[in-house]
């Protein structure tokens, strides 16, 4: 049995705090979220220097995630396609830690930074 295991039991092995269990446990799964969100975007042509990503998670445990994707504005005319990196990373994040993504949405960075929203005082 492994810490991603969803039918482990809910039960943390002596003397350790649960809730700090499903702290540690909610991080490996992020993490190998974060993983398998950057092979993808490598396997799909995007290098690593022009987008940056933000996973969230959707339930309180960590099993469902939406990743957020800001593309530096040099990719945005590229040639990289970000069609196949949604289902990429959602049956990869299934097959590895059982996640489950349910969607991978892109922006350009500037939206990011954007200018500031025009004063409503007139």
């Known amino acids: 049995m ?3 295991d969803k039918d482990a039991p809910a039960v943390a092995p002596a003397g350790l705090d ?3 269990v499903r702290k540690v446990e909610r991080a490996d799964r992020r993490a190998q979220l974060f993983a398998v969100v950057r ?3 490598a396997q799909c042509g995007f290098p690593a220097e022009g987008y940056r990503f933000k996973v969230v998670a959707l ?3 960590g099993w469902r995630y939406l990743v957020l994707v800001d593309l530096a504005p040099a990719l ?3 040639e990289a396609d970000p069609g196949p990196v949604q289902g990429l990373v959602a049956v990869a994040a299934k097959m590895r830690a059982d996640l489950v993504v349910e969607g991978v949405y892109w922006r350009p960075a500037a939206a990011e930074t954007g200018a500031a929203a025009p004063d409503a005082a007139a």
């Open 59 to 61: 339930d309180a445990d």
């Open 76 to 78: 945005e005319a590229s």
């Open 18 to 20: 649960p809730a700090a």
């Open 2 to 4: 492994t810490v991603l």
């Open 39 to 41: 092979e993808a975007m």
